[in-house]
Every structure is written in C-alpha cells, then in structure tokens.
C-alpha cells in the first residue's frame, strides 16, 4: 500500500483549534521519501502538535494529513496502529522505562510485537545499539547513562520496528553540543544507511542546519516558508533570517 517513491507525509490545509486557541491555520508541508525535513519554531508554535497530528494522536480540526498515501484520519483503530508501526517516535523526554536496562528497553518493541526471541533478540538489540553507538551499555540502567546516551537508546527503541519514518521532538534540547552532535550523526546515519525518512522538529538551529535537507518554519499556525537551507538562506524571507540567525529583531518576535 506504501507509496514507492515520491511524498511520505502531507500536510494539506490543516487546522487546530483547541480550547479556542488556533494552534495550526492552514499548515501545508510536503516530505519526500528518504529526507530530513526539520520544523523549525518558537515554543508553542505548534510543533509537538504536528508530530502528534503525522502519529495520529490528534485529528486535525480540518484539513488532511497523509502518511504513505493514506488519511490518516479516514483509517480504522487498526488500519491505524499498522501505519503507526511504521513510525518511530522519539519524544522530547527520553521515556525510557526506568526499572529496565538499556537492552530490556531496546527489545521491548521487539518482545511485544513477538520480532524477536532468544538469540536472535541479543543480537537484534545488540544490532540496534551499534546504529546508536550504545554497544556495550546493554546491562545499564537508564539513571546510569546521560541524557544523550538516554535519548540515544530511545532512538534504538523506536527504530527497534524498522520504521520508514523517524519522528523527533527536540532530539538535542537540553543536551551539551557534543551530546548533540553525537545525536545529529545518528539521525544522518539513519537516512544515510537506511534510507529513513524523518521529521526533526526543533529550534536548535546549528542542529537543523547539520541533519536537514529541507527545512520548513512554523510560525502562527502556517508553514510561511520552506526548502534546502541554502534557499532559505539566499531567498529574502525576513522570519527566515531572523529564525536562522536567531536574532531577538524581527518578524518573529513581533506581537
Ligand atoms: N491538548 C492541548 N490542550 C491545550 N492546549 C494545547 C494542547 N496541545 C497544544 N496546545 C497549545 O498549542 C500550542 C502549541 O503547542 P505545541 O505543539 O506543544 O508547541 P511546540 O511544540 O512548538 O512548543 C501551545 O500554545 C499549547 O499551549
Ligand atoms: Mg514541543
């Protein structure tokens, strides 16, 4: 049913509202199979909605947003949990089961989908861990590892289905430059090695500027501008700049 080549995810004039508030106005936003698309706003931009809105989590008030060809919002609870399979989600918050190790976290997914048992799990977990560059903590417990090395194993878990699409929320907030360095390389490494399709929703610019193909701002609930960096960067869109260049004078930080 997936669509071969071509648009992964749409967003097609979507709106959300809630208690009143307009929190998405018509957002369109196109990602091609196999790129980085990195969201880049200000807090409360909408962000975190979009991600819950490509999972499905949350139905957009109007509008469509298609995953692999499909409305999302148009499929059985089923028919939905299968698409959902195929996305990996890396929360803001690393969410790792505290009372697991690192391994029992990674084959979670794994156990509970019956992928993998035995043998055969050590080396898949062990295999996912190697992508992340986490070998060798599998016997760790999360309090004992970093935040970075937290939210490396949770991008092992997510990828623990072999997702198509990789969802991030803030991969780098909260972590030191190398932390987050290390985290960009993975997310690089995935497209790169697997072909991975993702979603990098930030406000780290130096990051976006080092994981993305194209890059989409989010601001007042529509995308007002999107393409490669350097198009963003030669094109005279002042939001742009300003986000790009995070100055506290402009468009942005109007009103
Ligand atoms: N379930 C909800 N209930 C109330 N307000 C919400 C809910 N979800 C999102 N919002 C509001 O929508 C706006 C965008 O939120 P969010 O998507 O979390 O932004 P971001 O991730 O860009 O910081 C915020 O103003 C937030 O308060
Ligand atoms: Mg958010």
């Known amino acids: 049913m997936s669509a071969p080549s071509g648009t992964v995810i749409e967003l097609r004039q979507v709106r959300y509202l809630v208690d009143g508030t307009v929190v998405l106005d018509g957002a ?13 706003g200000r807090s409360g931009a909408g962000k975190t909605t979009l991600l819950r809105l490509i999972l499905g989590l949350t139905q957009p008030t109007s509008g469509q947003v298609l995953v692999e060809g499909e409305d999302v919002n148009a499929l059985s609870t089923p028919e939905l949990e299968r698409l959902r ?10 969410a790792l089961f505290d009372s697991m190790t690192v391994a029992d976290n990674v084959a979670f997914p794994l156990v509970e989908h019956r992928r993998a048992s035995g043998r055969e799990l050590a080396g898949r ?20 590892l970093s935040g970075g090395m937290q939210k490396r194993v949770g991008i092992a878990r ?14 780098t907030a909260g972590l030191d430059p190398i932390s987050a360095v290390q985290i960009d390389e993975v997310i690089v490494r995935l497209k790169d090695q697997l072909g991975v ?28 501008a999107s393409g490669p960096l350097s198009e963003l960067e030669a094109g005279g869109n002042p939001a742009v ?3 790009l260049s995070a ?7 109007e009103d």
């Open 28 to 40: 369109d936003l196109s990602v091609a199979r196999g790129e980085v698309m990195g969201v880049m």
């Open 85 to 94: 399979l195929g996305m990996g989600m890396v929360f803001q918050e690393a």
């Open 125 to 144: 977990v062990r295999a996912l861990l190697e992508m992340v560059g986490m070998e060798g903590h599998e016997e760790k417990m999360p309090a004992e």
């Open 158 to 171: 997510a990828l623990a289905l072999e997702p198509a699409i990789m969802l991030y929320d803030e991969p």
């Open 197 to 224: 399709t993702s979603v990098v929703v930030s406000h780290d610019v130096q990051s976006l500027r080092r994981v993305c193909d194209q890059l989409a701002l989010l601001h007042k609930g529509k995308f007002i």
């Open 241 to 243: 700049r300003q986000f």
């Open 247 to 253: 100055s506290q004078e402009g468009p942005l930080t």
